[in-house]
T-cell receptor, first 113, second 113 residues
Framework: KQEVTQIPAALSVPEGENLVLNCSFT??????LQWFRQDPGKGLTSLLL?????REQTSGRLNASLDKSSGRSTLYIAASQPGDSATYLC????????????FGTGTRLKVLA | DTGVSQDPRHKITKRGQNVTFRCDPI?????LYWYRQTLGQGPEFLTY????????KSRLLSNRFSAERPKGSFSTLEIQRTEQGDSAMYLC???????????FGPGTRLLVL
């Protein structure tokens, strides 16, 4: 059964710092991995999708890496800004031949001005 | 492209009442997902449609829950005889294909008194 863990659960950093969020999954036979952002009380916004054949994906100040063999992904945020404050969630498809995605519980990020 | 929309955004109901939520996906997306999210948790998969066909249903979806997607466009999620444990954010997402980027709506927050 696929399980997704995100560490740390919460993180508070000063503005301008570079930071890394971690996501680990128990079954490495994944099709892809998605990173999302969620603002309080809102829906999720897709940030990056990494296919299983890729090792990295970049969008602006965000860089996501994927190491399938070790069951890990990281989301790197460069030069953090107060507007980056949100909860960041990763999700992978269930590996039991279904279409559903399994989400982690997220990392709640606060960037202090 | 107006994104995924959900209606209503908030719903307060008394225990035992029936409620229905609507999701309008991005127009060309033929995949549609429903998730439930409680405070501090990641979204939990409820059900998945490919066009009008409901291809998968979570065991979380008791027989009080039903979802439809007539004509493969909008979808409805109905909860009958609501219980306090049904209080959560109900999220809808759509995608162009299986295992592609999911685009989420703003969610419907349900409170059962």
């Amino acid at each position: 059964k696929q399980e997704v863990t995100q560490i740390p659960a919460a993180l508070s950093v000063p503005e301008g710092e570079n930071l890394v969020l971690n996501c680990s999954f128990t079954d490495s036979a994944i099709y892809n991995l998605q990173w999302f952002r969620q603002d309080p009380g809102k829906g999720l916004t897709s940030l990056l999708l990494i296919q299983s054949s890729q090792r990295e994906q970049t969008s602006g100040r965000l860089n996501a890496s994927l190491d399938k063999s070790s069951g890990r992904s990281t989301l790197y945020i460069a030069a953090s800004q107060p507007g980056d404050s949100a909860t960041y969630l990763c999700a992978v498809p269930s590996t039991s031949g279904t279409y559903k995605y399994i989400f982690g519980t997220g990392t709640r990020l606060k960037v202090l001005a | 492209d107006t994104g995924v929309s959900q209606d209503p955004r908030h719903k307060i109901t008394k225990r035992g009442q029936n409620v229905t939520f609507r999701c309008d996906p991005i127009s060309e997306h033929n995949r549609l997902y429903w998730y439930r999210q409680t405070l501090g948790q990641g979204p939990e998969f409820l059900t998945y449609f490919q066009n009008e066909a409901q291809l998968e249903k979570s065991r979380l979806l008791s027989n009080r829950f039903s979802a439809e997607r007539p004509k493969g466009s909008f979808s409805t999620l109905e909860i009958q005889r609501t219980e306090q444990g049904d209080s959560a954010m109900y999220l809808c997402a759509s995608s162009l294909g299986s295992f592609e980027t999911q685009y989420f709506g703003p969610g419907t927050r349900l409170l059962v008194l």
